[in-house]
């Protein structure tokens, strides 16, 4: 299978170099990184085996790739709209495009520029982060979640479930993968917001009764705001994704690396979302208020040079 990543940063990054093992896969970065693996390849240095891929796989340029049967889309929520737009020279008749974004609205914003029968969503379960130009450290996880928007399952999702598992990459088709994003965002919007506010790794806030509490009260506001969405939400998931948490230990959540390496950062997706949906329904959702508000203050001091330490 002719593969294309769009936004080979540490997800993207990850799995188009495991799936290089087995495929005609192609990397698709800008900036410093994109410097590194043009140098030297993208090395992903992992618990459970180093990989690298060469340097000739690494461009910045969707037009050096040319059509692939299947595109990655990995970059960041806030570049959605205009990285779709530049994959018009990967794009041929029977290209599909598989969203491995956090948030929950990415696949339709794909959807709506290339077509449902193209777009697919996926909920990533990766530890991975970005630690030199071209380096991704690997710590855990790899697996992947996808479905189609409709909840269908075709021929097409089990290709994708087929050059998966030839790369040794743990799969499974959804038939509602909407439920499986917002199950994800019950845990990004408390705990990416709140590593970001209090600098905390994911260990110091459970540790926290009062960061806990926190937590709680924004996966709170998820859960209204899903239901608002059309999906139900059981509460025992609030209590599931705490202990799930508690064995994460000292991780830090990507919105916290992005943070770190001054990058934006994506609290329209985590919180922003919740908040819309909330107002759209006549209700508040406070937590998620104050968690976007700070968020945006940071995000703007970024975007202009104005972060210190």
Partial sequence: MRI?????????????????????????????????MRRTGLAVQSFAGDLRAEPSRCTGDPAQV??????LFCVKSYDTETSAR??????GERTLILSLQNGVDNADKLARLWGQE???AGVVYLGAQVTLPGVIKHSSGGRVVFGQLDGNATPTTEAIEQAFKAAAIPCEISRNV?????????????????SCLTRATVKDIIE????????????EEVRDAAQAAGLALDGALIEETLRFSKALGDFKPSMLQD?????PLEFEAFNGVVVNLQRQAGKKASTNQVFYAALKYLDEKIRTGRLLQ
């Fill in 66 to 71: 040319g059509q692939v049967d299947l595109i």
């Fill in 118 to 120: 193209k777009t697919l």
């Fill in 178 to 194: 909407r439920r499986a994003q917002w199950q994800k965002l019950l845990w990004n919007a408390p705990f990416c917001a709140l």
């Fill in 4 to 36: 294309a990543v769009m936004g080979a940063g540490a997800v993207g990054g990850y799995f188009g170099v495991k799936l290089a093992a087995a495929h005609d896969v192609f990397l698709i970065a800008r900036g410093r990184h994109l410097e590194g």
């Fill in 259 to 263: 943070l770190e390496a001054r990058k």
């Fill in 86 to 91: 530049a994959l018009s020279p990967m794009i």
């Fill in 208 to 219: 926290s009764a009062s960061l806990t509490q926190l937590a709680v009260d924004c996966m």
